[in-house]
């Protein structure tokens, strides 16, 4: 897993996007679950959100599930989260 700045523009292209901004825990996680349910192997889901706890729980998401969290990057308030559906 990566932290990147957003300023080097480097991003997976995301299939899907969830913007989540303004939920708490679990609302993000169980957003996400939903569209990667509805997803590829392979394909890129972006999660936006603004929780403070997201960073963790998309962390810990990925290694229950086995879906690869590709970039996690934080640009003031908001974390954008690259998964990738196993």
């Not at 899907?16 to 679950?33: H, M, N």
């Not at 603004?50 to 590709?70: I, P, V, Y």
């Given at each position: 897993m990566?932290?990147?700045?957003?300023?080097?523009?480097?991003?997976?292209?995301?299939?899907?996007?969830?913007?989540?901004?303004?939920?708490?825990?679990?609302?993000?996680?169980?957003?996400?679950k939903?569209?990667?349910?509805?997803?590829?192997?392979?394909?890129?889901?972006?999660?936006?959100?603004?929780?403070?706890?997201?960073?963790?729980?998309f962390?810990?998401?990925?290694?229950?599930?086995?879906?690869?969290?590709?970039?996690?990057?934080?640009q003031?308030?908001?974390?954008?989260?690259?998964?990738?559906?196993?």
């Amino acid at each position: 897993m990566n932290t990147q700045s957003s300023a080097t523009g480097d991003f997976p292209v995301a299939h899907t996007e969830i913007d989540a901004s303004g939920l708490k825990c679990p609302l993000p996680i169980l957003r996400a679950k939903k569209a990667l349910a509805q997803m590829e192997s392979g394909q890129v889901l972006k999660v936006v959100t603004t929780d403070t706890h997201a960073e963790r729980d998309f962390q810990a998401f990925c290694k229950q599930t086995g879906n690869t969290l590709l970039l996690q990057s934080a640009q003031g308030d908001v974390l954008w989260h690259f998964l990738q559906r196993r």
